[in-house]
């Protein structure tokens, strides 16, 4: 094993042990919490070695880079697609990401339910809800989730298996933390609607600098990417 990948299965090691640490504090098991990795940072090469490390969740947020990724080492792992995306690029990732975190518009929910019809492959979404209300973010504002996934209960190829976040970057996590709050009691109020294609079992919420508190507050995926490649990540 070479330098990179020593020092990444040691990077996820300690990660692993401080989402665990995480979950004892707040009552949780760590089996609901998935650790998906953040590979936009990553070439084809470090990305297979990751794959090879035993990672299943990877997350891309560029369709451009994602694809020739995924077609080299598709058949591995659970493939998520977490940026921005734009309509014209629905067809690129339908049948190739399992999961998309970032259902932020009437619009895409359309063009995703068209063309997983027409490959009659059902895609999995987070709706993104920009929780802090910054203007620099996607998402859907908390208000409007609701009715946005009322809408969705019509569109039978799409299946909102639950909600996404960015926190505002903040030098102190705690700072994160209402936000995470915010986001499970809007998931909360969805599971109460029981729409059929609408379980919003999952919350996507934590990164590098915030995945502990998020984790304290219900996340079932923590999308993390730098701390698991610098070197000598330092526990918390
Ligand atoms: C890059 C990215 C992450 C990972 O951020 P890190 O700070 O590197 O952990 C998580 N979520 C999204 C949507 C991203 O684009």
Known sequence: MNRWA???????ARVRERIEAACLRSGRSPHEVNLL????YLDLDKMRQLLELGVEHVGENRVQSAVPKWQQLGQRGTWHFIGHLQTNKVRDVIG????IHS???????H??????AKMDVPVSCFVQVNVSGE????????AEVMGFVEKIGNM?????????????????????????????EIRDQVQEMRIDNVPAEHLSMGMSGDFEVAVEE??????LGRILYEPMARGG
């Open 135 to 142: 203007t620099s973010k996607n998402g859907i504002s908390p």
């Open 96 to 99: 190739r990401f399992q999961y």
């Open 103 to 109: 259902l932020d518009r009437l619009s895409l929910a």
């Open 37 to 40: 990795a953040v590979t936009k």
């Open 6 to 12: 020593s020092q990444t299965r040691d990077n996820l």
């Open 218 to 223: 219900g996340a079932t995926f923590v999308r």
């Open 156 to 184: 039978k190829y799409i299946r909102v298996v639950g909600l996404m976040t960015m926190a505002p970057m903040v030098n102190n996590p705690e700072e994160a933390r209402p936000i995470f709050r915010r986001l499970r």
């Open 111 to 116: 063009e995703l339910d068209k063309r997983a």
